[in-house]
């Protein structure tokens, strides 16, 4: 089970300093996407900065908010700036990325001659994914040159009030600094602003007023993997909300509905809002597949309606009508956030269908398997040929491969008893299993926007990771053939498989699930970008 490594395979990378990085691109005449991405890797935190943040207690966070205005001010801009960004902000534990979406989506139907800008996060391939007008991502270009722009007043401005404070900021608080200057440079007329990680000390949460706040599900399994209780997420969360600006919510659990509305008074939010369903939504086919979008979708319209409200010079407007106009619905079905819960038909071989979903935690796990195990996709009807099955796999380091897993099998079985195929063993859902570290090639390279530092490089060495995997999978199917269990070092080498198996077997169906790291790169390897981004 265990795959021997060549030790060459983990090669050290060498990482330049920051002032000599800079001068060296400085020389060069012409800056270009790449260049930016080397830069932006510089400012990455390794696995050892990042278990150190968790070791103490979260206590890091707290400097986030002065240190980002910081920035910003280094770059030229106050947070007062930023409300000429029209913001709608959105956070939860679970749904956020697909309600910004659904917003984005509708916002562009209703007004299509404004100028919509997008900020999210992860990215699946390129980074400049996170940075969208109207729906498509900043052109390598114009990314490059606000990059630079951002790294060159960083630079020329090294004033810090704590001199402890790092001369650039870390990764995701960088791009979110070119995304705010981009924004601002290009004059957008709305922005959905999704938060990166919790709400109160996330360094989105300097917008002094956005438009409208909203916050989607508090995933109860969040807790356990955050270590957090309910009420400890929800107050985190709801630090989103800002005087006199409208406070909305996805109906949540109880604990957790009742910290948000005590943080909505808190920070005295013109209202607080539970997004009442709105009738006749599930009649619409939405862009994004899965039952669980329902949700997501009635929230984007309640935001898109409160924000159009906000900015519309005539109060009698047809988006407030108990029905959804037609540009309401446009938008729903419309709708595109790639890797969640998305069918890929393979460009050069149509026999080959991808199924990506970077579902990470055991309740978006569970909603992939209702959409998995239903009768679009694996219980389809295929004619004479059933599809050969192929899981490709892998979750972070620390979170339980073995409950993952269950979780999938056992939703599988659940699924499986709805749609009358009772009948059908879930043990046997899959012909063969890939658990791949996220590494990019075979080489042991990453694509440059891909590569993380996250990884352990023991752990990595070892594919620790993939072959707990390994072992939680054969424990919990004893009959599985122990010869179609994969343990990888690399995506490259996972669809390599899938490419050996597309010789042997006519129609292949293959899932891949447990990161979005993993779904990027499959994207990028198997040459998937033009038909999934």
């Keep these: 089970m265990r795959l021997p490594i060549h030790k060459s395979f983990f090669s050290p990378v060498h990482i330049y300093p920051y002032h000599l990085f800079s001068l060296s691109i400085r020389r060069m005449s012409t800056r270009t996407y790449n260049q930016a991405i080397d830069c932006l890797n510089t400012l990455q935190s390794n696995a050892a900065t990042l278990e150190a943040s968790r070791a103490s207690g979260g206590k890091l966070v707290h400097t986030a908010i002065p240190e980002t205005i910081e920035y910003l001010q280094r770059i030229g801009y106050k947070p007062e700036d930023l409300n000429a960004l029209n ?22 139907h209703v007004k299509p001659d404004w100028k919509v800008g997008l900020y999210t996060s992860p990215h699946l391939v390129a980074v400049r994914e996170r940075i969208r007008i109207n729906g498509a991502p900043l052109s390598e270009e114009a990314f490059a040159k606000y990059f630079f722009d951002v790294w060159d007043r960083l630079e020329a401005n090294d004033t810090r009030a704590n001199p402890e404070t790092l001369p650039k900021p870390m990764y995701f608080r960088f791009v979110t600094l070119v995304a705010y200057h981009a924004f601002l440079s290009l004059k957008v007329d709305a922005t959905i602003l999704e938060v990166g990680v919790g709400g109160t000390f996330d360094c989105t949460n300097i917008v002094p007023k956005p438009i409208v706040t909203g916050i989607s599900a508090l995933g109860i399994d969040h807790t356990a993997v955050l270590g957090k209780t309910i009420e400890e997420i929800a107050w985190q969360k709801g630090g989103i909300y800002k005087p006199d600006v409208p406070a909305l919510t996805v109906n949540q659990p109880e604990e957790g509905l009742r910290v948000l509305r005590e943080r909505a008074t808190e920070l005295k939010a013109s209202e607080f809002i539970v997004a009442p369903f709105i009738p006749g939504l599930t009649d619409i086919k939405l862009g994004l597949h899965g039952v669980h979008q329902y949700q997501n979708a009635n929230l984007a319209v309640h935001l898109a309606r409160r924000f159009l409200r906000a900015k519309s010079s005539s109060p009698n407007t047809d988006f407030e009508t108990e029905t959804l106009p037609e540009s309401f619905i446009k938008g729903l079905q419309e709708a595109k956030w790639p890797g969640r819960c998305q069918e890929v038909v393979d460009p050069k071989h149509p026999d080959t269908l991808w199924l990506l979903d970077g579902a990470h935690t055991k309740e978006s796990l569970e909603c992939c398997m209702q959409w998995f195990v239903s009768p679009d996709i694996a219980l389809r009807d295929t004619g004479d040929s059933t599809p050969m099955r192929i899981l490709i796999f892998n979750c972070t380091s620390g979170r339980s491969g073995n409950a993952f897993l269950g979780s999938m099998l056992s939703n599988a079985a659940i699924q499986l008893k709805l749609h009358g195929q009772g009948n059908v063993d879930a043990l046997k859902l899959f012909d063969s299993v890939i ?22 490089d ?4 070892a594919l620790k990771t993939q072959n707990d995997l390994a072992s939680a999978w054969l424990e919990l199917n004893p009959q599985f053939p122990k010869n179609n269990v994969h343990v990888l070092p690399s995506i490259e080498h996972a669809v390599n498989i899938v490419r050996d198996q597309e010789k042997q077997h006519g129609k292949i169906d293959v899932l891949v699930a447990g990161s979005l790291h993993l779904v990027g790169g499959v994207i990028e390897v198997a040459g998937l970008s033009e038909v999934a981004l």
Aim: aromatic fraction near 8%; proline fraction near 0%.
């Design 458 to 461: 023991s752990d990595l060495a």
């Design 87 to 108: 913001v709608i902000h959105i956070t939860g534990t679970k749904g956020k990325g697909s309600t910004c979406a659904f917003t984005d989506s509708i916002l562009r």
């Design 435 to 456: 658990f791949c570290a996220n590494v990019t090639y075979a080489d042991g390279g990453f694509k440059g926007d891909l590569t993380t530092k996250a990884i352990s």
